[in-house]
């Protein structure tokens, strides 16, 4: 009775922990305020370290981390994160204090949005499919995606 989002991720050759998988998540979100925007986040890049994700400031430095240490397959929380209303500029670091931002979006949110935000594709160049975030809005139906590229770095 319930509704999901499955997530074909990982390398097609690869081994350990970036075989290839299938991810399935429900879509649970909070019932919470049509003014607030809640985001569930999911690390789908096989490459990528464990990582922080968090506000990326004016230093370049990623403050505060909003979401710590989330592996390869992973989730957070089901009932979403309050991410906030307007244009966020968000980092993805590797799983340390003060770490180098390896990649930075500038997302756009909306009173209302319940959606899946996913790493995606590779960050070595040498993968076909470059790095990326998708947002899934469940808002809408049928849901609908949008790919946000990395800022230059």
Do not use: M
Not at 118 to 141: C, K, M
């Amino acid at each position: 009775g319930g509704t999901y989002l499955s997530i074909a991720t990982g390398f097609l050759g690869g081994t350990g922990e970036q075989s290839f998988r299938l991810v399935s998540l429900q879509e649970q979100f909070a019932d919470g305020s049509a003014d607030s925007a809640l985001a569930r986040v999911v690390h789908g890049s096989p490459d990528a370290p464990k990582v922080d994700l968090g506000v990326l400031n004016v230093e370049g430095v990623v403050s505060p981390v909003l979401i710590p240490d989330l592996t390869f397959g992973d989730a957070t929380s089901p009932e979403g994160l309050d991410i906030g209303i307007g244009t966020l500029p968000l980092g993805v670091t590797p799983a340390d204090a003060n770490a180098t931002v390896v990649a930075s979006f500038h997302v756009t949110t909306a009173p209302g949005l319940r959606a899946f935000a996913i790493a995606s594709g590779a960050l070595s160049a040498a993968q076909s499919e470059s790095f990326r975030l998708l947002v899934v809005d469940t808002a809408t139906s049928p849901w609908s995606v949008a790919t946000i590229h990395p800022q230059p770095q």
